[in-house]
C-alpha cells in the first residue's frame, strides 16, 4: 500500500511540475550585432555589353521586414578603363525593377578595368574595382548519351573538350552549362489554295539548362554546377564534363538534329568567390549544422555585388 501511495505521490509532483508555465522553455537574451548601414548594389554583366544596368537600394539587416526601395537620389559616377561612362536612371512600370544604367563608349572587353563609384545622403560611400576576365579558346566533341554512371548507379552523359587560355596572366576562374537546342517544325495552312507548308524554326528552351560536372581537382560543386579555378594558363588543358541522362533523355525522344549548346563561362576572381560562396550559403542554410555560410560581396563600404563574365559558345550534337 505505502508503494502504491508513493508512486501516486511522485505522479501528482511531476504533473504539478509539468503543470508550471513554460516549465521546458528557456529565455535566452541575445545581443545581435547593430547593423551597418550602406549601399546595396546588385548588377551584372558580360564582356560584348554595351551597358552595365545596376539596381542601387538601402541595405537592410537580415531581421528587417521593410521593402527594398531604390535610392534614386544616388550619385553614381562610372569608370571604364580610365574613361568615364554616362549613368542614366531608368523608370520601368514596377518601381522594384528601377536601375541605373551605365552607356558604355564601347562593348566590353576583357581586362577592361571597371571602377564605379556610388554616393548618397546618409551612407558611406561604396566603391566597386573589378575587371572583365578573358575569353577562351574551345574545342568540344559531342555529347555521348549514357557513356558512364554516378555513385548511385543512374546513367550519365559525357562531353570531352578542351580550352586554351590565351591571355595567361594569373589563374582563370570558370564554370560550364549546358542548354537545350531544339528545332521544331510547324505546319500551317495556306490561304490560296488550302495547302499545308511546313516552316521550320529552331528555338532554345531555357528551361532545361544545367550546370556541368567536370573533372577538376579544384572543382568546387555547388548548385549551379562545377566551378573550377585553372591554375596554369597558357596551357591548353583537356576535360571531361558530365550531365545527367534525363537532361538528354528528351532530345533523343525527338528530331535526330536536336543538339546541345554549350556555355563556357569564365568570371572574374571577385565573381568566382561570389559564386562559391552563395553555392555553399544554399547548401549549408537550412542544416542547423552547418557552419554559417556569408556570401561574398565586392561592394566597398557596401554590400551586394557586380558580376563581371565572358561566354564563349559551342553547339554540340547529341549522340
Request: aromatic fraction near 12%.
Amino acid at each position: 500500500m505505502k508503494s502504491v501511495l508513493y508512486h501516486i505521490f511522485l505522479s501528482l509532483c511531476l504533473f504539478a511540475f509539468i503543470g508550471c508555465e513554460d516549465f521546458f522553455e528557456t529565455a535566452l537574451e541575445l545581443d545581435t550585432p547593430e547593423f551597418r548601414q550602406g549601399i546595396n548594389v546588385i548588377g551584372e554583366a558580360f564582356a560584348g555589353d554595351t551597358v552595365i544596368t545596376l539596381r542601387v537600394n538601402q541595405a537592410k539587416s537580415s531581421f528587417s521586414t521593410e521593402p527594398y526601395t531604390t535610392l534614386i537620389n544616388a550619385v553614381i559616377k562610372a569608370k571604364v578603363n580610365g574613361e568615364e561612362m554616362t549613368v542614366n536612371y531608368v523608370q520601368f512600370d514596377s518601381s522594384d525593377e528601377d536601375a541605373f544604367v551605365i552607356e558604355l563608349v564601347k562593348p566590353l572587353r576583357s581586362g577592361d578595368r571597371v571602377e564605379i563609384e556610388l554616393s548618397h545622403s546618409g551612407f558611406p560611400t561604396a566603391y566597386i574595382d573589378d575587371i572583365v576576365p578573358p575569353l577562351v579558346e574551345l574545342n568540344t566533341g559531342p555529347l555521348i548519351y549514357d557513356a558512364t554512371k554516378d555513385q548511385s548507379g543512374d546513367g550519365l552523359s559525357r562531353m570531352n573538350f578542351s580550352i586554351n587560355y590565351i591571355n595567361g596572366n594569373g589563374p582563370l576562374y570558370f564554370t560550364s552549362k549546358a542548354v537545350y537546342h531544339q528545332t521544331l517544325t510547324q505546319c500551317v495552312r495556306e490561304n490560296i489554295n488550302g495547302q499545308f507548308v511546313c516552316v521550320r524554326f529552331d528555338t532554345i528552351i531555357l528551361a532545361n539548362e544545367r550546370g556541368l560536372t567536370i573533372n577538376d581537382p579544384n572543382a568546387v560543386e555547388g548548385s549551379f554546377g562545377s566551378m573550377v579555378k585553372q591554375y596554369d594558363g597558357g596551357v591548353e588543358k583537356q576535360y571531361v564534363g558530365t550531365i545527367p541522362n534525363y537532361f538528354v533523355n528528351g532530345l533523343r525522344q525527338t528530331t535526330s538534329d536536336n543538339r546541345v549548346e554549350m556555355n563556357f563561362i569564365s568570371m572574374s576572381e571577385q565573381t568566382f568567390n561570389y559564386e562559391v560562396s552563395l553555392s555553399q550559403y544554399y547548401a549549408s542554410k537550412d542544416n542547423p549544422f552547418a557552419t554559417p555560410v556569408n556570401v561574398f560581396g565586392n561592394v566597398k563600404n557596401g554590400y551586394g555585388r557586380l558580376t563581371l563574365k565572358a561566354v564563349t559558345r559551342a553547339i554540340v550534337p547529341v549522340e
